[in-house]
């Protein structure tokens, strides 16, 4: 069965950055794309962005430009979320969510990371 | 980016109830529209793509329909598992952005 396996809850301070990684498992991992969704405390979701698990290409939100980076490592079936400048707005459950297409249909999502930044 | 707009912001049905939720966007997205279900603490679970097809597994009491910028999910009778946060997200472009949530409880 498809499944999309978080890293755990993450505490990092004003500055920092983070890396979250996204495990898939029960099917191709190239055939798909893998977006980037989170939700901060009482808000809606927010897309972040995409990788194509094949090619590695990636697009991004405007609001993140900059300080965000999506990567793939095929050879185990994982992708990464690396936010950097971390600023007490990125208090979030970041979610990887399986797609086939660029356009958002998240069939299956992770479990979700719980990114806390606090000084 | 297209504003998402969703009402009401908050329902209370009872189970055996029909409930319909609407989606506004600010700009055409055809038919390019979501429908998430999600339940406190947990992901989102993939509902309806296209407006209106139902995702593999969905029960189809759920229903969507809509295009342009105006957008419904209809529960045709409530059930105790329904009972949480709706969202509606748009793919038409770039950022892809999703509604407020309504959010369904129990009368």
């Known amino acids: 069965q498809v499944q999309l396996v978080q890293s755990g809850a993450e505490v990092k301070k004003p500055g920092a950055s983070v890396k979250v990684s996204c495990k898939a498992s029960?099917?191709?991992?190239?055939?798909?794309?893998i977006h980037w969704v989170r939700q901060a405390p009482g808000q809606r979701l927010e897309w972040m962005g995409w990788?194509?698990?094949?090619?590695?290409?990636?697009d991004y939100a405007q609001n993140f430009q900059g300080r965000l980076t999506m990567t793939r490592d095929t050879s185990i079936s994982t992708a990464y979320m690396e936010l950097s400048r971390l600023t007490s707005d990125d208090t979030a459950v970041y979610y990887c969510a399986r797609s086939g297409l660029a356009a958002l249909r998240g069939d299956y999502w992770g479990q979700g990371t719980l990114v806390t930044v606090s000084s | 980016d297209i504003q998402m707009t969703q009402s009401p912001s908050s329902l209370s049905a009872s189970v055996g109830d029909r409930v319909t939720i609407t989606c506004r966007t600010s700009?055409?997205?055809?038919?390019?529209l979501n429908w998430y279900q999600q339940s406190p603490g947990k992901a989102p679970k993939f509902l309806i793509y296209a407006s209106s097809t139902l995702q593999s597994g969905v029960p189809s009491r759920f229903s969507g329909s809509g295009s342009g910028t105006n957008f419904t999910l209809t529960i045709s009778s409530l059930q105790p598992e329904d009972f949480a946060t709706y969202y509606c997200?748009?793919?038409?472009?770039?950022?892809?952005?999703f509604g407020q949530g309504t959010r369904l409880d129990i009368k």
């Open positions: 700009q055409s997205i055809k038919h390019y």
């Open positions: 990788i194509n698990s094949y090619s590695g290409g990636t």
């Open positions: 997200q748009q793919s038409f472009n770039n950022p892809q952005t």
């Open positions: 029960g099917y191709t991992f190239t055939g798909q794309y």
